[in-house]
C-alpha cells in the first residue's frame, strides 16, 4: 500500500471506497444555492465517477447507499487513509456522525492501524490535504481544533507531520485547494495568500470555477469535474492527463470529486 512511483514521488494508489447515493441524498446538507439533486442523474454521475477511478487503475469497493444518512455518499469525510494507518472521524455536522459506525468495519478490512477521533474533537477529512508525508488540516465550521490537534497527534505517531490552516469562506479545506504533486497546488480564494502555501508553485483557479479547485490527482490522472474549462487549460498547461467527471448534482450539496471516494 506504501508505494510511491520512483519519478514522481506521489503517493501510488491501489484502491478506492465509495457509498452508493441513497434517495435521501436530496434532503443532504447543503449551502448552495442550486436546487435539489436530481438523483436518477446522481446515480448515473456516480457511476461514471466509479468507471474513472477504475481508469486510474484503482479497485473500487462499493458499498450500498445507506437511506439513514443523507450526505453518506461523500464517504471521505468520514475516514482519512493513510500509507501507514487509517483515522476515522468525528463528523462536525450532527447528521453525519453516524456515518463512522459503518465504515469502521470496511476499512478494517484493508487497514491494521485504525485510530478514532472522539467528542468533544471534531474532524471531517475533507478538511484534510495530504501532500506526501506531510498533512494539511483544515479548522472549518465541521472540524474544530481539538480535532486537528487530535489528528496531527495521530500522524505524528506515524512519522507523519501536519500544518494546521484556519479557514472562513468555504466548507472543507479541500473545497479550494487540492495538491497536484510536483509541488503544485490548485488554490483559489482565501487559500492563494495563506503563508503555509506560500512554497508551493500555486495554480490559481479563477473565481468563477472556483467549484473546480476540488480536484483529485489519482496516479496518472487528475480528475477534474467538467464543465470547468479555464481549470481544465491550466492543469494540462502544468503537464497532466485529465479525466473529466460530470458530478453537477453533487455540487448542489456542496460535495466536490474527493469527496465521493476514499483512496489509498
Ligand atoms: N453535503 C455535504 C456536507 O455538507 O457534508
Known amino acids: 500500500m506504501d508505494e ?23 434532503n443532504g446538507l ?11 442523474k446522481a446515480l448515473f454521475q456516480h457511476e461514471k ?15 450500498e447507499a445507506d437511506e439513514k ?25 450532527g447528521s453525519r456522525k453516524g456515518e463512522t459506525e459503518s465504515i469502521t468495519p470496511v476499512l478494517r478490512q484493508f487497514f491494521t492501524d485504525i485510530e478514532f477521533i472522539r467528542e468533544p474533537a471534531t474532524v471531517e ?9 506531510l498533512f494539511f488540516i483544515g479548522i472549518s465550521e465541521r472540524t474544530n481544533m481539538k480535532g486537528a490537534i487530535e489528528v496531527a497527534g495521530i500522524l505524528g505517531k506515524y512519522g507523519f507531520t ?7 469562506e468555504v466548507l472543507h ?22 503563508d503555509v502555501f506560500k512554497n508551493f508553485n500555486l495554480i490559481e483557479i479563477p473565481e468563477e470555477e472556483s467549484y473546480a479547485a ?29 479525466l473529466e467527471v460530470d458530478v453537477s448534482e453533487f455540487r448542489k450539496l456542496d460535495g466536490g470529486l474527493s469527496c465521493l471516494s476514499l483512496r489509498f
Open 4 to 26: 510511491f512511483t520512483k519519478e514522481m514521488k506521489h503517493r501510488k494508489f491501489t484502491k478506492a471506497i465509495v457509498r452508493i447515493p441513497g434517495m435521501s441524498l436530496v
Open 30 to 40: 447543503t449551502t448552495a444555492s442550486l436546487g435539489e439533486p436530481d438523483y436518477t
Open 49 to 63: 465517477y466509479i468507471k474513472a477511478l477504475r481508469d486510474c487503475g484503482l479497485e473500487v469497493t462499493i458499498l
Open 69 to 93: 444518512y443523507p450526505d453518506s455518499c461523500f464517504v471521505e469525510d468520514v475516514a482519512l487513509c493513510t500509507s501507514k494507518c487509517t483515522v476515522i472521524t468525528n463528523p462536525g455536522a
Open 125 to 133: 477529512a475533507g478538511d484534510i490535504m495530504m501532500v506526501d508525508d
Open 162 to 168: 501536519s500544518s494546521i490552516v484556519e479557514l472562513k
Open 173 to 194: 479545506l479541500k473545497t479550494g485547494v487540492a495538491y497536484l504533486g510536483e509541488n503544485n497546488l490548485l488554490a483559489c480564494g482565501e487559500f492563494l495568500q495563506k
Open 214 to 242: 476540488n480536484c483529485i490527482r489519482v496516479n496518472d490522472f487528475v480528475m477534474i469535474p467538467a464543465g470547468y474549462p479555464k481549470t481544465s487549460k491550466l492543469i494540462r498547461a502544468a503537464g497532466y492527463k485529465i
